[in-house]
């Protein structure tokens, strides 16, 4: 099967546990305002690529990735979760752990199929009210806690991912709704707070499009080890 994948990076430590190979697919339906990946909102076709030539390359790294394993990203991975199913059916071959970074803004038989495959999902609560979402995300809240309720009823471990920006999310409110909004999830394993950071100023540049955030101070350190504390006491 063809799918559309903007890069592999191959020996990642943040995007779940131990050294990973991270598959950064192409197609997004949300336009994040913090976005660090504007080059793979579209699905470009001469990225095209059969999901055993790159099974074929993930599994070249195997003695690196063999106790970590790959995680699915992008863009929005779900969008081609078709041909994901079949890029993790060969790598379950040789028992590789598997993660899904996704946003949860895309559910359909082909993501059913994909979750049975994956053994961990991040998932991104990119903001705690439906308007927030819809300003900043061009998506919707209400739709990501539906994924997670199918996570949840599925048993699937999830790490909650939610970056914070000055000014947008970054108060003490805005984290204890977070803990109140995923709390009820029996399957949420922990919550990351990620700072947020300007390094994708250039890439936008470069591709012509107004960076959304510009301006905007990069998140201090101080004020995010607050937030996680904070993030401890609920």
Not at 204 to 231: A, D, N, V
């Amino acid at each position: 099967m063809t799918g559309y994948v903007h890069s592999l990076q191959s020996l990642g430590t943040v995007d779940g546990p131990g050294v990973r190979a991270v598959l950064f697919t192409e197609g997004c339906p949300l336009r994040c305002a913090y976005c660090h990946n504007p080059d793979t909102w579209e699905i470009n076709e001469q990225d095209a690529v059969q999901a055993t030539e790159i099974a074929d390359k993930i599994l070249r790294l195997y003695p690196y990735i063999k106790n970590g394993g790959v995680t699915f990203s992008g863009g929005e991975p779900c969008v081609q979760a078709d041909f994901l199913c079949e890029v993790a059916t060969l790598l379950k071959e040789r028992d590789l752990h598997i993660a899904l970074d996704t946003s949860g803004a895309v559910y359909n038989d082909g993501v059913e199929h994909l979750l049975s495959l994956v053994d961990l999902v991040l998932l991104d609560v990119k903001m705690t009210t439906e308007q927030d979402y819809k300003q900043y995300m061009g998506g919707s809240l209400e739709k990501t806690l539906d994924f997670l309720k199918v996570l949840d009823k599925k048993g699937i471990p999830v790490w909650i991912r939610h970056v914070v920006v000055p000014g947008i999310n970054d108060t003490e409110e805005s984290v204890k709704k977070l803990c109140e909004l995923v709390s009820p999830f029996s399957c949420v394993e922990k919550i990351e707070l990620l700072p947020f950071r300007t390094l994708c100023i250039e890439k936008y540049r470069s591709l012509g499009i107004p960076f959304p955030l510009e301006g905007t101070p990069q998140m201090s350190g101080e004020r995010i080890q607050h937030l996680k504390s904070i993030l401890q006491n609920n």
